[in-house]
């Protein structure tokens, strides 16, 4: 298990400029392909929940399903807002330049999420 953990984390490190360099367009195209993932394969995802924590399919759809396709719709209603520079004044050693803050990646963080819920994220 650890190594598994270690070996994905290896594998995000390794892809890390790919998605750096990731469009918004792009972004926005695999947010979609997620969420089409998860409402064809709702089933199969209940079915795996309740075989390995006995949760029921309505429990899985109200702690799980629901909240992270809520997430992803979030996200794509905001993300060309969020990955779009934002202006800031500049200071006054620069007067008479613009500023603005650019949002980037930075790097690649192992999230460890609670047992009991397996699928969910936010």
């Not at 890390?16 to 972004?27: L, N, T, Y």
């Not at 947010?31 to 924590?53: G, M, P, V, W």
């Not at 202006?87 to 009991?116: F, H, Q, R």
Request: glycine share 2%; proline share 4%; charged share 25%.
């Amino acid at each position: 298990m650890h190594q598994d953990i270690l070996s994905n984390f290896e594998e995000q490190k390794n892809s890390q400029q790919k998605f750096k360099e990731m469009g918004f367009k792009e972004r926005k195209l695999q947010l979609k392909k997620l969420l089409h993932e998860i409402q064809l394969h709702t089933s199969e995802i209940e079915s795996a929940l309740n075989s390995d924590y006995q949760k029921s399919s309505e429990e899985t759809k109200l702690t799980e399903i629901y909240p992270t396709i809520r997430a992803i719709k979030h996200i794509l209603s905001h993300l060309e807002s969020w990955m779009n520079p934002t202006k800031v004044d500049a200071t006054l050693a620069y007067l008479g330049t613009t500023s603005e803050i650019i949002y980037e990646p930075k790097g690649v963080c192992a999230i460890i999420a609670p047992w009991n819920y397996p699928f969910y994220w936010s």
